[in-house]
């Protein structure tokens, strides 16, 4: 069930050709909202508008907002090319014009199997993964041409992340790609690997990072979160014949035990929901953290299944504070959560070292290698 309010929109705070931010009065008291305009129109102070506020009556993680469901003065309609319907068969159902309808009966020769994607494809769980492994490459390679794709297993509009907005403000990301039910990104796509396709071939990808949107889902059981797709897209890269390299999620600050270290959503999903082998990039540390993540990688197998690449703090440091002090995540900036960006950092610097040394295969070998 959602929970639907009625409200009077009382001023725009904020708007561009996607959203607009929204004050709205609901009884007596003053809310925020968001207004995705493809949805329900531009909504001007005075309009009755009808909000879901499920997520904030519950005081769930949607940054506080209210979303519009109507806007009774503006019922917006578009007349845009395509037939494909993303949030089938919901209220909000809509149509896109997808890539693989632009092009047309060449479908069929999308994937010569002498041609595979021969490039790094970065996967990594969380949406805060995205900005300081980007800023991080970007500084490191400055041509280099990085394509997100943004999955649909959290957030779907992807005008909901100020991240990708402003990366791409400044030159960080040369494109973005929404799958599955996803949308609003420079290109639509129908599933992950008509997605990697392209960005190889309409937005000419160096790099592609696949990872969520905003808000993933997690209830502390060991399949139940929405990082299982890690191990499955790993699984879809090497099918596509690129290169997979997996950004690990690891920290020392977060409180939850199963999060200390490599979390249990990396080790459960490269551990035992994958059947291929990864690049896998750990930051060296002192002797205690190593001891402590080399134990955990044992356990779980993934020394056995994976690359493991060792990467001295001395070859990515002097990017930390330079492509990290503006991001966050779960709250924890990076002098709260240090190991998490260091991560990052090294996932970035391996990815240059893949593309410096123009490598063109998947990982043939398990074990540990230092870098």
Not at 139 to 162: G, H
Request: glycine content about 8%; aromatic content about 8%; charged content about 20%.
């Amino acid at each position: 069930m959602i929970n639907v309010e009625e409200g009077t929109v009382e001023r725009v705070i904020w708007s561009n050709n996607k959203l607009q931010y929204l004050e709205v009065k609901i009884g007596e008291k003053k809310e925020k909202a968001i207004n995705y305009l493809d949805l329900s129109g531009a909504a001007s102070p005075g309009n009755k508008v009808y909000l879901n506020t499920t997520a904030v009556r519950l005081n769930l993680g949607s940054g506080g907002y209210h979303f519009v469901i109507v806007n009774t003065e503006s019922i917006p309609y578009t007349n845009h090319a395509g037939h494909i319907i993303k949030l089938r068969y919901t209220p909000l159902q809509h149509k896109v014009m997808t890539w693989e309808e632009r092009c047309g009966i060449a479908v069929n020769n999308f994937y010569p199997k002498d041609n595979g994607l021969n490039f790094p494809v970065v996967i990594g769980e969380l949406h805060s993964m995205l900005a300081p492994f980007a800023q991080t490459l970007k500084k490191i390679n400055s041509t280099c041409r990085i394509v997100y794709i943004m999955s649909d297993s959290a957030s779907l509009p992807l005008s909901f992340s100020r991240t990708v907005r402003s990366l791409k403000e400044n030159g960080v990301l040369a494109g973005s790609i929404t799958t599955g039910h996803a949308f609003g990104g420079d290109v639509e796509c129908v599933n992950m690997y008509t997605a990697l396709l392209a960005a190889r071939d309409e937005l000419k990808a160096d790099v592609a990072v696949i990872a969520p949107g905003p808000g993933v889902v997690g209830t502390g059981t060991r399949y139940g979160y929405s990082g299982v797709e890690q191990g499955e897209h790993v699984e879809r890269v090497h099918k596509m014949q690129g290169i997979p390299l997996v950004i690990p999620r690891i920290s020392f600050a977060d409180p939850r035990p199963r999060h200390r270290g490599i979390s249990h959503h990396t080790l459960t999903a490269l551990g035992e929901l994958t059947t291929k082998s990864c690049y896998f990039p750990l930051p060296a540390c002192s002797k205690g953290k190593m001891r402590y993540l080399f134990k955990q990688l044992s356990v779980s197998g993934l020394i056995k299944k994976h690359s493991i690449v060792l990467i001295s703090s001395k070859r990515f440091h002097k990017y930390l504070e330079d492509c990290c002090s503006n991001c966050s995540t779960m709250g924890r900036n990076l002098q709260a959560d240090p190991f998490f960006f260091a991560t990052t950092c090294a996932c970035a610097f391996f990815t240059e070292e893949l593309i410096n040394k123009q490598i063109k295969h998947i990982p043939a070998q398990s074990g540990i290698k230092y870098l």
